[in-house]
């Protein structure tokens, strides 16, 4: 698969925002979410916020997925910090290297950064590709309010 990384763009809006859909109504995310909160992620990728990005996959302009990731700084960990926040690759690409390509694109994008991020225990097929990317698991719970 010739797959290709590239930033989000004004284009991507509606194709992103159903990919979302998706995403977030499927047993990978525990929260539903909104459009009004997928439409404020992607004007967040698109606008030059300094804390999120936003890149599809594609293969001769046909959309196979989509990433965001968020900046931080760890001091736990005593350097900056990068949260993969969404990885969605549609279901007839996956298993093709997509995820795999997007995880060492990422990588060396941000060499000095600390990578982190969330998955379902159920999501088996990511937790391979995670593990298989260098990821390893933190013992401990996160809370949010």
């Known amino acids: 698969m010739n797959s290709t990384i590239r930033f989000m763009t004004a284009d991507d809006k ?9 995403f977030y109504a499927s047993p990978a995310v525990s929260t539903n979410g909104s459009d009004g909160i997928f439409s404020a992620d992607i004007e967040n990728c698109l606008n030059d ?10 293969n001769s302009g046909d959309i196979q997925g989509y990433a965001m ?39 060396d ?17 990511a937790i391979k590709l995670y593990r298989k990317s260098g990821f390893t698991p933190l013992p401990y719970t996160e809370l949010k309010k």
Do not use: H
């Not at 900056?80 to 969605?88: N, Q, S, T």
């Not at 994008?109 to 097929?125: A, H, Q, W």
């Open 14 to 22: 509606s194709c992103v925002m159903k990919m979302m859909r998706e």
């Open 49 to 58: 916020s300094p804390y999120l990005e936003g890149y599809i996959f594609e």
């Open 69 to 107: 990731v968020a900046k931080s700084f760890s001091t736990e960990f005593g350097k900056p910090c990068i949260w993969i926040e969404d990885l969605y690759i549609r279901k007839e690409y996956r298993g093709q290297g997509i995820g795999r390509l997007f995880m060492d694109f990422i990588a």
């Open 109 to 125: 994008k941000y060499p000095d950064c600390l990578l982190r991020l969330e998955v379902e225990e159920e999501n088996e097929t």
